[in-house]
T-cell receptor, first 113, second 115 residues
Framework: GDSVTQMEGPVTLSEEAFLTINCTYT??????LFWYVQYPGEGLQLLLK?????DKGSNKGFEATYRKETTSFHLEKGSVQVSDSAVYFC????????????FGAGTRLFVKA | TAGITQAPTSQILAAGRSMTLRCTQD?????MYWYRQDLGLGLRLIHY???????GKGEVPDGYSVSRANTDDFPLTLASAVPSQTSVYFC??????????????FGEGSRLTVL
């Protein structure tokens, strides 16, 4: 079945450092890919998404590119802030899963001032 | 705007007791979901409903039941709680029409501890 694998955390960075959180997926066909973010004490909210190969999703300085050839959707940000400290979830939604959303295990990010 | 409202926010429950977690949405979304979040496992789908009157099993349905009598409400019931059901439960909704790309909207979660 469909699945998502993302790098284990926690990831600890200093403010203004470059961020990469790796995400790879297994799915039949062309699923939609997502990054969700969960701030402390809150539910998840959509950060960005891409619905077809080579699409780039972007929001709040974060970017991720849908790479069909490597089945990846890595999250990047050029300069992180303390306020970016949160848990980040990679996810997919595809036809073989009945379009239900499948999540990775989550990666916790700590950003130090 | 309220979006998704879950209740209770937190609950401690004795093993063997029953419990219903409530979820209400005001976005008129057709699809609703219940996930549980456990450390190192991410979010796992318990049950879902694509439209009022229908429900389906997710990845981890055992020990849980749901109903969808109308568009707005999607309660999750634990008939006889066990300690392994200690978790944070999230209700979500989406405007999916059986196509990909639908964003999920989440409630703030219900933290359940079963002793």
């Amino acid at each position: 079945g469909d699945s998502v694998t993302q790098m284990e955390g926690p990831v600890t960075l200093s403010e203004e450092a470059f961020l990469t959180i790796n995400c790879t997926y297994t799915a039949t066909g062309y699923p939609s890919l997502f990054w969700y973010v969960q701030y402390p004490g809150e539910g998840l909210q959509l950060l960005l998404k891409a619905t077809k190969a080579d699409d780039k999703g972007s929001n709040k300085g974060f970017e991720a590119t849908y790479r069909k050839e490597t089945t990846s959707f890595h999250l990047e940000k050029g300069s992180v802030q303390v306020s970016d400290s949160a848990v980040y979830f990679c996810a997919l939604s595809g036809r073989t899963g009945g379009f239900k959303t499948i999540f990775g295990a989550g990666t916790r990010l700590f950003v130090k001032a | 705007t309220a979006g998704i409202t879950q209740a209770p926010t937190s609950q401690i429950l004795a093993a063997g007791r029953s419990m219903t977690l409530r979820c209400t949405q005001d976005m008129r979304h057709n699809a609703m979901y219940w996930y549980r979040q456990d450390l190192g496992l991410g979010l796992r789908l318990i049950h879902y409903s694509n439209t009022a009157g229908t429900t389906g099993k997710g990845e981890v349905p055992d020990g849980y039941s749901v109903s969808r009598a109308n568009t707005d409400d999607f309660p999750l019931t634990l008939a006889s709680a066990v300690p392994s059901q200690t978790s944070v439960y999230f209700c979500a909704s989406s405007d999916q029409d059986r196509g990909p790309g639908g964003e999920l909207f989440f409630g703030e979660g219900s933290r359940l501890t079963v002793l």
